[in-house]
């Protein structure tokens, strides 16, 4: 059954573009085709948010299409692209593709992912599950379950009132009380998550990814949203954990330039936005705008004109 599985699962990285040993396509040298797919990416992620999921996934597609390797995420939001649009069989390419290039992703959430729904009568699914129960069963054997439990519930309380806060803030903006209601909530869980996360980081350090899996990013997401002197606290962690290949670079710049700005330095990275007069996002200061690719590449973060493009297209 496996065999006949990779075997499928090895046309369908074929039929949707994507290179199963990662090489480049004729598309210039590997650097111009990776700013290519950021660009590509990013037009996705726009099309997404605005709810064309049939342009978006036609975005999604030429990223995939010019030999790069996917980034995960990238496959998995692909995969909802497609199937918001109708295309059932293009969402379980991409879904397959990521299991084929990813072999330690598996996720406990997928069916509760309303993004897929369309998905679910299809014998597909069935062994996409089963793929990934299995996957999780072998991967997890020797986990801290208790401690990723932990994680997991503090990974929940932390973004479930935010995506509550942000769609009272879309959809009724002018329904003070909610919109007041849903950022009580939030700051309550933050207040809680915080002292959980602070217990987690002087007892155990930072959970390595060989106990606990994806779930030690519920640590970031808490830990980013403190105060200036937890985060400084504790940055040498986040630093160790990007070093270790346990965390994105991407995500210590954000926090070193957060620091920065809260003490009233220069930015070294761009992450840090700020709206200008006409309402636009714009750089809080930053350290040397002539260096500022250079070190946000060594980070992992696309150009910086990208990212600004892509932050006002929102």
């Known amino acids: 059954m496996i065999k006949k599985l990779m075997v499928w699962v090895a046309g369908i990285l074929v039929t949707c573009g994507v290179s199963a040993n990662n090489k480049t396509a004729e598309y210039g040298n590997q650097q111009d085709s990776i700013a290519v797919y950021n660009t590509l990416i990013n037009k996705a992620d726009s099309c997404y948010m605005k709810q064309n999921f049939e342009l978006a996934s036609m975005f999604f597609d030429k990223a995939f299409s010019l030999g790069v390797k996917p980034v995960d995420k990238h496959l998995y939001n692909g995969a909802c692209a497609a199937a918001l649009s109708g ?154 954990a990007a070093a270790n290949n346990e965390l994105n670079k991407s995500f210590v710049a954000m926090m070193e330039d957060r620091c920065d700005m809260w003490r009233n330095r220069p930015q070294k990275y761009g992450t840090q936005l700020i709206r200008n007069d006409n309402g636009e996002s714009v750089p809080y200061t930053l350290l040397d705008p002539e260096k500022v690719d250079e070190w946000r590449k060594e980070m992992e973060l696309p150009p910086l004109q990208e990212y600004l493009e892509q932050m006002n297209r929102r």
């Open 87 to 240: 295309d059932e069989s293009t969402a379980f390419n991409r879904l397959f593709a990521r299991v084929q290039l990813y072999p330690q992703w598996y996720s406990d959430q997928i069916n509760q992912d309303r993004d897929l729904l369309s998905l679910h009568t299809s014998p597909k699914w069935e062994i996409l599950c089963d793929t990934l129960q299995a996957r999780k069963t072998l991967i997890e054997r020797n986990y801290d379950h208790a401690l990723k439990d932990r994680l997991d519930s503090i990974h929940y309380r932390d973004q479930t009132p935010r995506y509550a806060y942000l769609a009272a803030l879309r959809a009724v903006p002018q329904d003070t009380l909610l919109v007041k209601t849903r950022l009580v909530e939030m700051q309550r869980n933050d207040s809680i998550n915080q002292i959980e996360v602070f217990d987690i980081l002087d007892s155990y350090g930072w959970p390595s990814s060989e106990i606990v899996g994806g779930s030690n990013f519920a640590i970031w997401e808490v830990i980013q949203h403190t105060s200036l002197e937890a985060i400084e606290k504790y940055l040498p962690l986040f630093h160790n």
